[in-house]
């Protein structure tokens, strides 16, 4: 005999299967947003309520922003669409390793060096400054954005944004609208840090123009991974 509470389930699962990429992108939103809450709200946010957080705290709502979003959701979402089956066919193109030589240069070296060149062309006096840097600034460069770029936030938020999003709006989009898509709605995600001051000072300022850049940035690197 069917319980009642799997019973009650099923309609809340046929209406997640039925909208998969709406689900997915509601959940990441909404559970991020929640999570990230308390800071928000903190001194160091919006000042709405009379409490800072220290650094581990905010440590730990930072990795619970990432994972409790993008992550969580898409392990719901491919769990209600495609069972346990589905659930190891994600984790299993977590660790492909086993390909040629040519593509681990281009993402450690040559993803680091194109985004170096971007730099220098679209920011006024980007070459410049690299140039007063030394050679030395350009090295350091390229060991940090394969911190950020591979094992910072993405190691864990791309499970959901190029692990389960991105492989279901490509064929219906194809790459280039399907990145456009999925870039117009990963970069607003990060809309709430921008109201914690710590972070917003890190990335471009807290201004209207300064998150335009940035969501403008996340369309561009969104189709730039693709």
């Known amino acids: 005999m069917t319980s009642q509470a799997s019973v009650a389930s099923a309609p809340r699962q046929n209406l997640l299967a039925k909208y998969p990429l709406i689900s997915f992108f509601v959940m990441a939103y909404a559970f991020t947003w929640i999570v990230l809450a308390p800071w928000v709200l ?3 946010g919006l000042g709405l309520l009379p409490y800072k957080l220290g650094g581990v705290a905010s440590a730990l709502l930072d990795a619970a922003f990432i994972l409790l979003g993008p992550t969580v959701s ?3 979402m491919t769990a209600t669409t495609e069972g346990t089956a589905g659930i190891r066919r994600l984790l299993r ?3 492909l390793w086993r390909v040629g030589l040519r593509w681990y240069l281009f993402a450690f070296i040559g993803l680091p060096v194109i985004l170096v060149l971007g730099a220098t062309v679209i920011f006024p006096g980007g070459l410049a400054s690299i140039e007063y840097q030394g050679a030395g600034y350009f090295l350091i460069y390229l060991i940090t954005s394969i911190y950020v770029l591979f094992l910072g936030g993405p190691l864990f938020e791309e499970i959901g944004w190029r692990g389960f999003a991105l492989p279901r709006l490509q064929p219906l989009h194809g790459p280039l609208v399907g990145s456009l898509t999925l870039g117009l ?7 709430p840090k921008y109201l914690i001051h710590s972070w917003a000072v890190t ?3 807290s201004s209207p123009l300064g998150i335009v850049k940035f969501c403008l940035f996340a369309i561009a690197v969104t189709i730039f991974f693709t």
Not at 185 to 191: D, F, I, K, V
């Open 42 to 44: 903190s001194e160091d």
């Open 74 to 76: 898409a392990f719901i």
């Open 93 to 95: 193109r977590c660790v």
């Open 185 to 191: 709605l990963w970069g607003p995600w990060h809309l």
């Open 203 to 205: 990335s471009g300022g």
